[in-house]
């Protein structure tokens, strides 16, 4: 068994530690490319991330960036600041802020190539999205310019639709905390209009694999049928936290009907949406009809199902 399949084996399993200690023996025991070293990087701050360990991920990042601004060509700085996982654990023990400075750092040296499009855009993606769950909104509105920059650098780039669906998600969030209703109510509009006009057999069923982590996976396409109703169930739960009922409602029902199954946070976003529009008995209703998660399950996301009388 080669390195790639142990580390999968890792990783479908959960097995975090399993997957930290055979990645160290891996870079102890052979001598590695630089895109190995990377990518043995990556998934050792993944690992502590998946287990909520800050202090030993910040060492591995902290030694990741060092070796990065060293080893790594310019074109790939990015890679470091390329997950959201990653950066709000490192909220945990209070060292995001360094998250932030290695933003930065890649935005100033990393050029603008066609070939690193994809690791840049996910950094932005995982910034501001890390900056919404922290409710730290004023500070969203420069991520929010470079993604747009970057959208706008290639209209027929493959993963334009992915990426301007994440866009638009992330800008509502920044325009409802700073209360412009006017611009949340255009964007909302605007957005719901060209969602209805994606052409589902334009769109390829799967994406390539990669070795998660990897340079190649960072980069990879994301312009699957899957990947495009992972994006538009993300953005029918933000419509939700918005207060968007109706505009979530309906796009969570597209994309049932799509094919897409919903996870708990998902679903309970969902209900909540429905009760909103619809009410308690509607809620009944739908959970009567889909029976995978129990009430209590959908309100450890979502509290407020809490209130619907006769659920619990």
């Known amino acids: ?55 030993p991920l910040y060492a591995n990042h902290r ?3 060092e070796w990065g601004k060293e080893n790594l060509a310019p ?10 996982t990653q950066a709000l654990s490192l909220s945990l023990g209070n060292y995001f802020d360094y998250w932030m400075d290695w933003y ?9 190539l066609d070939t690193n499009r994809g690791v840049r855009f996910e950094s932005h993606r995982a910034l501001g999205g890390s900056l919404w769950v922290l409710e730290r909104y004023s500070e969203m509105d420069s991520v929010l310019e470079n993604m747009n920059q970057l959208i706008q650098e290639d209209e027929t780039w493959s993963n334009i639709l992915f990426a301007r669906i994440t866009y638009n998600k992330q800008r509502l ?38 070795v998660v982590g990897s340079w190649q996976d960072i980069n990879v396409s994301r312009n699957s049928e899957r990947d495009i109703n992972i994006a538009l169930n993300n953005l029918a739960c933000i419509l939700s936290d918005i207060k968007r009922y109706e505009e979530s409602m309906k796009l969570f029902m597209q994309i049932q009907e799509r094919g897409h199954h919903m996870n708990a946070y998902g679903f ?3 209900i909540y949406s429905i009760w909103k529009t619809r009410g308690a008995a509607a809620v009944k ?19 407020d199902l809490s209130e619907i009388k006769g659920l619990a």
């Open 173 to 210: 969030t920044y325009l409802y905390h700073a209360g412009d209703v006017v611009r949340v109510e255009a964007l909302v509009n605007e957005t719901m209009d060209w969602i209805d006009e994606i052409n589902d057999g334009a769109l390829p069923i799967s994406r390539r694999d990669e």
């Open 1 to 55: 068994m080669n390195i790639a399949q142990a580390f999968q084996e890792t990783v479908v399993q959960g097995d975090h530690r399993s997957m930290i200690e055979l990645l160290k023996n891996y870079e102890q025991s052979t001598k590695l490319s630089v895109n190995e070293r990377g990518w043995v990087f990556w998934n050792v701050s993944d690992g502590y991330a998946l287990l909520r360990e800050p202090e």
């Open 285 to 303: 209703a739908a959970l009567a009809a889909n029976t995978s998660y129990e009430i209590a399950d959908l309100v450890k996301h979502t509290p």
């Open 75 to 84: 074109e790939q700085l990015h890679w470091i600041v390329s997950d959201s």
């Open 268 to 270: 309970s976003k969902w």
């Open 63 to 65: 030694t990741f960036f």
């Open 104 to 112: 930065r750092y890649a935005c100033n040296h990393a050029p603008k």
